[in-house]
Each structure stands twice: as C-alpha cells, then as structure tokens.
C-alpha cells in the first residue's frame, strides 16, 4: 500500500519523531491506526472529549510494553463505559 502525505502531515509527523514521542514513522504510523481503531470502537458511548483525552494520555506517556497498553487501555474504556451506564462519575 501506497501513502502520499501533505507536506503538512510530513511536519507534524517529523516533529512528533523529533521530540522523542516516538522513533520511527512506523511507530506514528501504529500509533495512529490504534487512535481510529479505538474511535470506531462498537459500542463505546463515551463523549469525544473522553475519547480525546485517553488519546492525549496515551500519545504523552513514555512507550509502554504492546500487552500493558492495551490492559490499560481496556481498562479505561470499561470504566468509562461503566460510568455511562450508571450516570455516575467517580
């Protein structure tokens, strides 16, 4: 499969590998993939700005073994959805 980036899409991905975020467009590339998976999860009811903010979180934290990012991130989303469920925040 073939890409073809905006010059702009080049920056910012150049200055996500510049500040240390990640080490490789490939990484970005996994990072971002992962952020529309979780997106068009079935079933998510969580807002946007939840949804964003895990993003945010995940993309700032130092990189994490693949098993304890997906642990982690399933069990944020299970509390979110949880929460939305019963209306109650903790």
Not at 11 to 18: A, L, S, T
Not at 65 to 71: G, I, S
Not at 72 to 90: C, D, Y
């Amino acid at each position: 499969m073939t890409i073809h980036l905006t010059p702009e899409q080049e920056r910012r991905i150049q200055e996500v590998i510049r500040r240390g975020a990640y080490g490789s467009l490939e990484e970005v590339v996994e990072a971002a993939l992962t952020a529309v998976e979780q997106r068009t999860v079935p079933g998510f009811a969580g807002t946007q700005e939840e949804l964003d903010t895990l993003l945010a979180e995940g993309l700032a934290s130092e990189q994490i073994a693949e098993d304890a990012y997906w642990t982690s991130v399933n069990g944020k989303t299970e509390a979110m959805l949880a929460e939305h469920k019963t209306g109650r925040r903790p």
